[in-house]
């Protein structure tokens, strides 16, 4: 009889997501950042042979982002871009739960995040606080207060 090795067909850290993966001008800066104002911890780093890093992992919480420069040779010839190159702007905005989005938006704002809006509770039943970091990726972390029907969230939208 012969022994099969068996896998995972999708390893559990990517079971049940979608996983952002963004690109920045100096992502052993955004790592850095990322670590100081989200308390990110940096999972897997694969330098690229010309320098920079090609491809990074990190998880905030319990969730993973993967992350690399844009402008090393790999990356480019994938046509990634930072924000910075499409002049500031980003199409994506990455949400995250986390236990304390306080303590978190204070970290974060010392660590030199922009704060686009203070933490706030909000009709959808979560306190959340949106912010920009210098790499130009725009956040939303959440701390999840109640749980909220959909008649009631368009009810608590209706009244402005």
């Known amino acids: 009889m012969t022994e099969q090795t068996t896998r995972a067909e999708i390893p559990d850290r990517y079971r049940y997501a979608v996983i952002p993966h963004i690109m920045v001008d100096d992502a052993a800066a955004a790592i850095d950042f990322y670590r100081r104002a989200f308390g990110a911890r940096e999972d897997i780093r694969i330098d690229a042979p010309g320098g920079g890093i090609l491809h990074a992992e990190i998880s905030i919480g319990r969730s993973v982002l993967m992350l690399g420069d844009a402008s090393v040779d790999e990356a480019e010839a994938g046509s990634f871009a930072a924000p910075t ?18 303590s978190l938006a204070e ?13 706030k509770d909000m009709f ?30 368009h009810r608590r939208l209706s009244r402005g």
């Open 85 to 102: 190159s499409l002049g500031g702007g980003t199409t994506v905005t990455l949400h995250v739960y986390v236990p304390d989005v306080d």
């Open 107 to 119: 970290r974060a704002e010392a660590a030199g995040a922009e704060i686009l809006q203070r933490p």
């Open 124 to 153: 959808h039943g979560d306190r959340t606080v949106i912010l920009k970091d210098p790499a130009g990726h725009i956040w939303v972390f959440l701390t999840h207060l109640e749980d909220v029907s959909e008649e009631e969230l």
